[in-house]
């Protein structure tokens, strides 16, 4: 059976007899309510039929084309239900969507914030304006192993819970998950995928690294990872802005004011005429990233404070604040954050950097605070979270069954610095030399986008799951995904491999993709 059209009709055939019959596809569901999954520590709690319809956007969600989901099975419960410290129950809550088009393909959804909740899966990270339920993916989410809400950070009493965040309910739930997907359909998957931002994108790295053989392909956007040091980066930045800031009655710094709406403005102008036309057009992005370079000194008053211009304190402010935390030698505890359109974004969801400098977990150390003593607070973060760092870069394994790893990551994020992203990829493709990184890892910066959506003046829809199926079955290397975003209608931009950027060719419409090559930053 060598032939590949006979193969895949015999695939196809044999696909069709494992496949619940529309009229038996109710009782097969319902049916997993009597099936322990093999596990005695798991309960499935609900097993039901949901027909096809349209998809319903979360409230607060952004607005997002309207897409026709399939029929399918969702199941949901718990794998190892407890009492743990101080009494409070805990769980991993998981939920299963097996829809009656299914493609053969499993796909773990990453979760978001400290989790604690069970998301709907289906699977819409970097997937376009088709989620992956839609395409015919038996899709998997899961709470983490702890219920409260998105920061709720008490569960780290518990140290079951806190493992089971850090990496332990995702590779609990994708053994249970693909189990169950075997039972209904009768065959095992024969791929299976990852796609997550945030927490989502840590949770990504955390299984290429320590659960290297659950996934053939992974998705990692905006990870969360190092979440401590991220915190002291921003801490650092709201710190440095209070240099500049007025004080309130009470004498604390009013961070927020420390630039006016016409400073922070001034200050994207700025980097606009340095850094925008670099891609062959100015448009209002900033696709070369690597060759940007924007010092806020060009803006600094020769003499007293103007409108047009910034004040020698708030120029200092901005340097010190975007550079990262340094300790008294020098040394750089986070990369910093790079400057782009969206740091002084109002609007957005998430204000910017230049505006308030919140940190995703916390407050922003207004106040009397001045200083970060970077040392101390690096010491005090490596002990608190020490299997959240995302440290390891040996991914020999992984890469060894041809597994294929995509990160992304939004240039305007303001709570996880793109710089970060930049630095371990550009490690992992070193540390697993001689092997050819581009063989089986990419790496998407987004202009624009703030923390995993979202922005001002952005692309921020695109679909990196096709190309990455087609990687780990096909073997055909991805092409520049296009972009296209709510903010700009009627735009594209292909989003191209670091250290590559979108070009402007020179012809053609330059508001469309086609118009644009991948090139390297010109000196």
Known sequence: ??????????????????????GAESDACTALLQWNAGDERAVIQKAERVPAGPRRAPPGAPPAPEVMLPAHCLVEGVIDQRTGRNGKPYAIGFA?????????????????GLNGSLNPPLGTVAAGDQPALARGFAVVSTDSGHRGAVFDSSFFDDQEAALNFLYQAVAK??????????????????????AGCSTGGREAMMMSQRYPDYFDGI???????????????TRWLTTSLNAAAPKDAQGRAQTDKALSPSDRRLVVDGLLKACDARDGVADGMIFDVRGCRFDPAVLACKGAKRDDCLSTVQVEAIRKGF????????????????????????GAGIPGLLVSGMSPVGPSPTGTTMDVDAEAA??????????????????S?????????????????????????????????????????????????????????????????FDLLTPLVDWVENGRAPTPAVATGASQPGRSRPLCEWPKHAHYDGRGNPDDARSYSCAESAP
């Open 323 to 346: 550079a990262g935390p340094k300790t008294r030698g020098g040394v750089a505890v986070y990369p910093g954050f790079p400057f782009d359109t969206g740091i002084a974004a109002t």
């Open 1 to 22: 059976m060598n032939h590949p059209i006979l193969r895949l009709a015999v695939l196809s055939a044999l696909a069709t007899l494992a496949m619940p019959s529309h």
């Open 173 to 194: 739930t994708t053994v249970l998950g693909k189990r169950v997907v075997a039972r209904y359909y009768g065959r095992a998957p024969e791929h299976a995928y990852f």
């Open 397 to 461: 394994t992984f890469t060894a069954r041809n597994g294929k790893l995509m990160f992304f990551h939004g240039v305007s994020d303001p709570w996880f610095s793109a710089l970060d992203t930049i630095q371990y990829y550009e490690r992992l493709a070193h540390d697993n030399a001689p092997l050819v990184a581009q063989d089986w890892s990419r790496l998407y910066l987004v202009p624009g986008m703030g923390h995993c959506a979202g922005g001002e003046r952005t692309l921020d829809r």
């Open 96 to 112: 299963i969507a097996m829809p009656g088009n299914w493609n053969g393909r499993f796909l773990f959804q990453g979760g978001g």
């Open 219 to 233: 998705i990692a956007g905006a990870p969360a990872m190092r979440t401590n040091y991220s915190n002291l980066a």
């Open 378 to 395: 690096e010491a005090h973060d490596a002990r608190s979270m020490a299997g959240d760092t995302n440290a390891w870069t040996n991914l």
